[in-house]
């Protein structure tokens, strides 16, 4: 694996002679943004946010959805073509149908989805589908409501399977459910999970605990590796069969099952199979910080430039944090560093 401190020996970009194309020093090109609109939750998932005593962004430093359009525009000529509105819990953040509508609205877009924990989907998906949402990703871990519990320190299971099932109301909306496996909590509902999404013909996608988490519990006993978990379903279950696939920035690897029952099952095997080496990924914070990578310890204020309406020195901060990309996530390193802040307060 490529260390962390081996970029120092990369040659630098001059960005006076970049054309501005988002391409980093190991020629990565960015096509992907993931923009962050709160970081509020409705509920506190233990591999994300504390669970009491947590400090959210005052409203004043959330970017407004002006600010993030205006972003937006200033990225798509530089080649971004994906768009996932993420938090905190986005649905969280009042009107989201309103900055759906208008990223939608600015056309060009290969891609415009969003990430939440499904509680509030059944009544805002008519809103988000008309203003022109093209995916949703809904967090599922479980269908106990006392492990749901467990993991998220709140009732709502319920709540989350009605958001699936409102979603579900919308042939034209693409679905897929993401769960987080950790050994001491949810492990023994994986196969229940396959089951209640392969028969609703829903995607399943398993993502790894990665040591984002608020209270610093990760470690890697907890981590339930996706060669576990599909050595667990083909024994259980039946062998799966992978995928092609021809986009290499996909970060899941997908599989069917091999005996053609249907079903499709995903692998975001993010901690013990980097794919650090096509991430086409850029996010934008809440409080409006650029960051390259979930791992990097840096960002990049764009903030005021986006307020002030400073194209040049928003260029600036872009570029800046293009070239600063590691090479690589080095959670494996001896020498890795947690980031400060939580996936909550990044967007997952
Ligand atoms: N609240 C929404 C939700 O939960 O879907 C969107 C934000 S959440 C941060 C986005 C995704 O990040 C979720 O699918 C969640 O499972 C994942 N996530 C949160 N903490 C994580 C961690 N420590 N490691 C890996 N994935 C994590
Ligand atoms: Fe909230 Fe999503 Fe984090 Fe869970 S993973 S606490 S739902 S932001």
């Given at each position: ?10 040659p ?11 391409v ?151 679905i ?35 040591p ?8 890697m ?15 259980e279950?039946?062998?799966?069969r ?8 996909r ?41 390259n ?10 903030a ?45």
């Amino acid at each position: 694996m490529i260390s962390r401190t081996a970029i120092a020996r990369q040659p630098e970009i001059n960005p006076a002679n970049s054309d501005l194309r988002l391409v980093d020093r190991l020629g990565r090109v960015h096509r992907s943004l993931r923009i962050s609109v709160t970081d509020v939750c409705n509920i506190r998932c233990q591999y994300c946010m504390p669970a009491e005593d947590v400090a959210f962004l005052p409203n004043q430093h959330l970017l407004s959805f002006e600010q993030i359009e205006r972003f937006v525009r200033f990225v798509l000529p530089l080649g971004i073509t994906k768009l996932r509105v993420t938090g905190g819990e986005p649905l969280l953040r009042r009107q989201l149908s309103d900055l759906i509508q208008r990223l939608s609205n600015l056309g060009g877009l290969e891609d415009l989805a969003l990430t939440t924990n499904g509680m509030l989907l059944a009544r805002q998906i008519d809103d988000l589908v008309a203003a022109g949402l093209k995916r949703v990703n809904i967090s599922l871990d479980t269908l106990s409501e006392e492990v749901f519990r467990r993991i998220s320190r709140r009732d709502g299971i319920e709540q989350v399977l009605e958001g699936i099932e409102a979603a579900r109301g919308y042939p034209q909306l693409e679905i897929k459910l993401n769960a987080l496996v950790l050994r001491d909590v949810n492990l023994d509902g994986v196969l229940e999970l396959v089951e209640f999404a392969t028969s609703r013909d829903l995607p399943l996608r398993f993502i790894e605990f990665m040591p984002l988490d608020a209270e610093r519990s990760w470690n890697m006993q907890r981590v339930v590796s996706g060669d576990e978990l599909r050595k667990r379903i083909a024994q259980e279950l039946a062998p799966l069969r992978p995928l092609d696939c021809s986009d290499p920035t996909r970060p899941s690897r997908d599989y069917v099952f091999a005996d053609g029952r249907p079903g499709q099952l995903g692998f975001i095997d993010s901690v013990s199979k980097p794919f650090c080496s096509t991430c086409d990924r850029l996010r934008l914070t809440a409080d409006g910080k650029v960051r390259n990578c979930l791992f990097g310890v840096q960002e990049w204020d764009v903030a005021q430039a986006l307020a002030a309406q400073d194209e040049g020195e928003l260029k600036r901060q872009l570029l800046a944090c293009v070239q600063a990309k590691h090479p690589a996530h080095g959670i494996a390193q001896p020498d890795f560093e947690q980031p400060e802040r939580p996936m909550y307060q990044i967007g997952g």
